[in-house]
């Protein structure tokens, strides 16, 4: 049944005390930055009316940043996390992003299939030392080589 429910990804236009209760229940086991005070959009998968995948992208700093990607276990595989990625990647865009951060330990998942794919790239600190035990940063630089390669990522397209 939820093998076949039809996804819809939607920014969450309205971040209402309902939408807030199943918010707080999707990341229940897991931290999650508040970013209530920042510039911020989440965007949520939709089967039907039940939330199958959530994340979001704030401006901190000057910086655009992605985080929280999350996919419930019976919808992975599908490619919820590619289009919740990329409706972020695409939001920065428009709203005139030139880099867009995201942080992440080494070999994630997370990272393997919804970051590098795009071409972000990590950028150690402190000289170029990263150990393999600390979250870390990927950059991905908006050039024209990034819609040659996606052009749904492209301004104005829908
Ligand atoms: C990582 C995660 C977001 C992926 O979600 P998803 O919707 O299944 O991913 P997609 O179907 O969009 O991604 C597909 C790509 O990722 C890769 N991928 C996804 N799942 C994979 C797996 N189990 N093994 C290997 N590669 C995998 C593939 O490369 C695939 O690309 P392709 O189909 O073009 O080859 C999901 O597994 C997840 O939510 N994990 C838990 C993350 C979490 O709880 N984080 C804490 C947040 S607080």
Same mark, same amino acid.
């Given at each position: 049944?939820?093998?076949?429910? /039809?996804?819809?990804?939607?920014?969450?236009s309205r971040e209402s005390g309902e939408w807030r209760t199943r918010y707080e229940a999707f990341y229940s086991d897991c931290e999650i930055k508040r970013v209530d005070k920042l510039d911020h959009a989440y965007f949520a998968a939709y089967a039907a009316d039940?939330?199958?995948?959530?994340?979001?992208?704030?401006?901190?700093?000057? #910086?655009? +940043?992605? !985080?929280? @990607?999350? +996919?419930? =276990?019976?919808? #992975? /595989?599908?490619?919820? %996390?590619? &289009?919740?990625?990329? %409706? #972020?990647?695409?939001?920065?865009? /428009?709203?005139?992003?030139?880099?867009?951060?995201? %942080?992440? !330990?080494?070999?994630?998942?997370? $990272?393997?299939?919804?970051?590098?794919?795009?071409?972000?790239?990590? +950028?150690? =600190?402190?000289?170029?030392?990263?150990?393999?035990? $600390?979250?870390?940063?990927?950059? @991905?630089?908006?050039?024209?080589? @990034?819609? &040659?390669?996606? =052009?749904? @990522?492209?301004?104005? #397209? %829908?």
């Open positions: 049944m939820k093998k076949s429910a /039809e996804i819809t990804v939607r920014k969450i039940e939330i199958a995948g959530h994340s979001v992208v704030y401006l901190e700093n000057e #910086r655009w +940043v992605m !985080d929280g @990607l999350r +996919v419930k =276990p019976e919808f #992975r /595989e599908r490619g919820i %996390a590619k &289009k919740l990625t990329e %409706a #972020r990647i695409r939001y920065a865009i /428009e709203r005139g992003a030139k880099e867009i951060w995201y %942080a992440c !330990d080494d070999g994630n998942l997370v $990272t393997i299939c919804c970051h590098l794919r795009y071409g972000f790239e990590k +950028v150690c =600190p402190h000289e170029g030392h990263c150990t393999a035990a $600390t979250a870390h940063w990927y950059r @991905l630089k908006v050039a024209p080589a @990034l819609f &040659k390669k996606f =052009p749904a @990522l492209k301004p104005g #397209r %829908a």
